[in-house]
């Protein structure tokens, strides 16, 4: 499968963007899905994971409240929703897919987006 992120930008805190991954490939109903990101000089970190399905969500505590991660797979697309914005959540957002389940390691997903750069002004 192949993805695509899109929807990055520059926002003030406080403030709002929606995250989209496209993917090509018929299979995409059948990979748990996954947002990571990467700030500047530190590691690849988890954000949020969704099931196959769409009916099991999880998110980092560090987001927890302020992000939803959804799925549309008749449209092969997977969001993050990030609401109130803060400074530290400046990063390059990538998404993955991977056919094991519920995991949170990066290592766990075989498929990646190329990144989409999101930077929160305080």
């Known amino acids: 499968v192949q993805l695509q992120a899109s929807g990055g930008g520059l926002v003030q805190a406080g403030g709002s963007l929606r995250l989209s991954c496209a993917a090509s490939?018929?299979?995409?109903?059948?990979?748990?899905m996954a947002w990571f990101r990467q700030a500047p000089g530190k590691e690849r970190e988890f954000v949020a994971l969704?099931?196959?399905?769409?009916?099991?969500?999880y998110v980092a505590d560090s987001v927890k409240g302020r992000f939803t991660i959804s799925r549309d797979n008749a449209k092969n697309t997977v969001y993050l929703q990030m609401n109130s914005l803060k400074s530290e959540d400046t990063a390059v957002y990538y998404c993955?897919?991977?056919?094991?389940?519920?995991?949170?390691?990066?290592?766990?997903?075989?498929?990646w987006g190329q990144g989409t750069l999101v930077t929160v002004s305080s």
């Open positions: 490939g018929r299979t995409f109903s059948s990979y748990d």
């Open positions: 969704i099931s196959w399905s769409g009916d099991t969500t």
């Open positions: 993955a897919a991977s056919d094991r389940r519920f995991r949170t390691s990066s290592y766990e997903y075989d498929y």
